[in-house]
């Protein structure tokens, strides 16, 4: 398997690379750290809690096309390998207002939120749409004022209702009742899309637009409207002031 590590090359715009703390949590209640760049190899721990890396800690390795639309990041310390779809990454870098360019950065845009990482790494998420738009992951190149790139969206209604039934217990009705309640609300079991986006910066104005959302299946657009997801809309800066 290749693994290709992207190199981009900034035209008119220099990225500042910040000293900013980057902290990892499950997605779940528990990630693991791997050996190796492969979800069957050995486990070589857990995370159960926050982890706190410098962005020269971290080294992400960019698949072409993503391995079931997640990323690997490869830790010095502790010394191995996570997926980007167990994990989620913050960054305390809310400085909407500065009219450079910081990477890693966390930008507000109406609702969305977004963050920016070095090595091409993209994650979109919004509270404020309910936990299937927690945090999805995709890659960015940038080209003068705009970063483009892609999403590979995968609704996690499913998880999210089998990890609440874990948790309270009822894990002998757990899959039946979970199937039953994500074919009532969607029609479907699992949502994918491939979302293309464009993120402008000009001073301190920075717009987010979906530019196309290629869903599977095809007739799920109803999902998408119901979180407020469209194309073509725009989503303005949230900017904070101190």
């Known amino acids: ?25 499950p997605k779940n209640s528990i990630a693991y750290i791997y050996e190796e760049p492969n979800l069957k190899s050995k486990k070589i721990s857990k995370i159960k809690e926050i982890l706190e890396f410098s962005h020269e800690s971290l080294k992400i ?59 091409g790494l993209f994650l979109i998420s919004s509270n404020e749409l309910g936990s299937s738009f927690n945090q999805q992951v995709g ?55 491939k979302i293309n986006f464009l993120l402008r910066i000009k001073g301190n104005q920075k717009i987010l637009v979906l530019k196309s959302i290629k869903d599977q299946p095809e007739n799920v657009k109803s999902f998408f409207q119901s979180i407020n997801i469209e194309e073509n809309k725009i989503y303005k800066t949230e900017c904070n002031t101190h």
């Open 1 to 25: 398997m290749k693994h290709i590590i992207i190199t981009i090359l900034f035209l008119n715009i220099t990225p500042i690379l910040s000293e900013e703390i980057l902290r990892l949590r």
């Open 61 to 119: 390795k960019v698949e072409q096309p993503p391995i079931d639309s997640g990323y690997w990041i490869q830790l010095r310390k502790p010394n191995g390998w996570i997926f980007t779809k167990e994990i989620i990454f913050d960054i305390e870098n809310e400085d909407n207002c500065n009219d450079s360019q910081q990477i890693p950065s966390k930008l507000f845009l109406e609702g969305i939120e977004v963050i920016i990482l070095k090595d």
């Open 139 to 193: 890659v960015w190149k940038s080209n003068k004022d705009k970063f483009e790139g892609f999403i590979y969206f995968e609704d996690s209604t499913m998880n999210d209702c089998l990890n609440i039934c874990f948790e309270n217990e009822d894990t002998s009705n757990c899959k039946k009742s979970c199937k039953k309640e994500a074919t009532k609300e969607f029609g479907t079991l699992a949502i994918t899309a």
